[in-house]
């Protein structure tokens, strides 16, 4: 099995996050560097490191004696977490099946989130949650390439959004960055309850597409075709009748996910073949915007 190329993405925050690790990412929390935001006297910040000597004479000559410190707001690192459904569709792709194309992503969120000092996480689900796959946070440089191990060596069974809610349970009411790496062919219905347990966290969704499964076959004949996910098998004519309503009906998906996303203030990244470095960081750029 070939290794897809590893590139690095850039990712920033639209908002300013609460962690208190030093990192890369607008904080919210003051200290002595970073974004300047006001000065206060000495007394209440005693840190004469950051004493303003230009701005305490000027309230000297207000006959103001005080002296003024600079308080600055601190950059942080935010926590990582990718969430991978594994379930039997995502085991389908050629030349490469889905499931690598997510390995290829985790390598890059890897190199790019060691970069900025972020810790990387994974979770898995198919049905249910799998606890066997999951990796604790972790800052080291090759944290990606052990996630994209760990998805390309793994076996999954159906899948359902009960598994995405158990698999995010322990991420409800926290400040993260989430990547939802998914075909999302099972029924929606639960999707939202999942995006509202993950209402204070920005959540990427991606949405892992094989060019094979929304492009009908070229040739016309009989072919045999099997579910990934339930393993039943039916027989399809492939006729100049049917393309128009195979691509109609990925495009009605497409746009019943992306509404759902967007009811949520939620914006799908499309991963449909060869994971481009450069799109994620056009989409972290537009989400700031």
Not at 27 to 47: K, M, N, Q, Y
Request: charged share 25%; hydrophobic share 45%.
């Amino acid at each position: 099995m070939a290794t897809l190329p590893i590139d690095d993405f850039h990712y920033r925050l639209p908002t300013r996050v609460g962690g208190q690790r030093p990192g890369a990412h607008p904080g919210i929390g003051l200290g002595s560097g970073g974004e300047f935001v006001a000065h206060t006297s000495l007394f209440r910040r005693p840190d004469p490191r950051r004493l303003d000597l230009r701005a305490s004479l000027r309230r000297v000559a207000r006959l103001d004696d005080d002296w003024l410190v600079r308080v600055h707001r601190q950059r942080a690192s935010v926590p990582v977490h990718l969430v991978v459904d594994v379930s039997a569709s995502m085991h389908f792709g050629a030349p490469h099946r889905k499931l690598e194309q997510v390995a290829a992503f985790a390598r890059c969120l890897g190199r790019s989130a060691h970069r900025l000092g972020d810790r990387v996480a994974l979770a898995a689900f198919d049905a249910h949650e799998r606890v066997d796959l999951q990796l604790p946070p972790s800052r080291g440089r090759g944290v990606g390439e052990l996630i994209a191990q760990t998805l390309c060596s793994c076996r999954g069974g159906a899948g359902s959004v009960q598994g995405l809610l158990e698999a995010t349970e322990r991420l409800a009411g926290r400040d993260a960055l989430i990547f939802i790496a998914s075909d999302f062919h099972w029924p929606l219905a639960g999707l939202a309850a999942a995006l509202e347990r993950l209402g204070h966290a920005f959540v990427v969704p991606i949405v892992v597409w094989d060019p094979q499964e929304i492009e009908p076959p070229l040739a016309n004949g009989i072919v045999a075709a099997r579910d990934a996910e339930s393993a039943g098998e039916r027989t399809l004519w492939i006729r100049p009748a049917l393309r128009p309503r195979w691509r109609q009906a990925v495009a009605e998906r497409r746009v019943e996910l992306q509404h759902l996303l967007a009811a949520h203030s939620r914006r799908a990244f499309m991963l449909e073949g060869a994971f481009d470095a450069e799109a994620m960081s056009r989409y972290f750029i537009e989400a700031g915007a």
